[in-house]
């Protein structure tokens, strides 16, 4: 539980093209693009919207073992 909130605690650094998660798992995508002010803009899975997200309310998606 500890590594849980410690990993909440660090700041994420995303590019574009990351796969991404909401925090509670709900919702999975990828990053479009980074804006000036530090938001991310990230489009979910299935559908061609795009969420305007503060990097603090995502998490990187490991999609390989590699990763």
Not at 16 to 28: E, I, Q
Not at 31 to 41: A, E, H, Q
């Amino acid at each position: 539980m500890l590594a849980a909130i410690e990993s909440l605690c660090k700041a994420q650094i995303f590019t574009v093209g990351d796969h991404v998660k909401t925090l509670r798992g709900s919702a999975h995508g990828v990053i479009k693009r980074i804006l000036d002010d530090g938001r991310v803009v990230w489009q979910p899975e299935g559908t061609s919207s795009e969420l305007t997200a503060l990097p603090e309310s995502l998490l990187r998606e490991k999609k390989s073992p590699r990763q």
